[in-house]
């Protein structure tokens, strides 16, 4: 059974910094691209980052570049996402995801994922 459990959030000041594990398992990891995806109150699921199924390349929405950092280690079936210069406008809940198909390229578009997580908090407030 496909799983993915999403971990790490939580309350932080703006400024600060907060790592987002995404646990996999039931299948094999290490062949499909990951996902981050994020959803605030009242507003649409927006594309944050993805990585490829052997981390060589990467994407990033224009909000989060150059703050956001999203890896992945094959060996621990996980996928970080290393947030910092966190903002206000960050909070939300975050979500991980696996691309539909094994061994395709990264995507922003959430219609190519078809397993996601329940999602972790993040909340930037002082």
């Known amino acids: 059974q496909v799983q993915l459990e999403e971990s790490g959030g939580g309350l932080v000041q703006p400024g600060g910094s907060l790592r987002l594990s995404c646990a996999a398992s039931?299948?094999?990891?290490?062949?499909?691209?990951m996902g981050w995806f994020r959803q605030a109150p009242g507003k649409e699921r927006e594309f944050v980052a993805t990585?490829?199924?052997?981390?060589?390349?990467?994407y990033y929405a224009d909000s989060v570049k150059g703050r956001f950092t999203i890896s992945r280690d094959n060996a621990k079936n996980t996928v970080y996402l290393q947030m910092n210069s966190l903002k206000p406008e960050d909070t939300a809940v975050y979500y991980c995801a696996r691309r539909m198909a094994v061994g395709v390229g990264t995507s922003s578009d959430p219609r190519h994922y078809n397993y996601w997580g329940r999602g972790t908090q993040v909340t930037v407030s002082s």
């Open positions: 039931g299948w094999a990891f290490s062949n499909y691209a």
């Open positions: 990585i490829s199924w052997n981390g060589g390349s990467t």
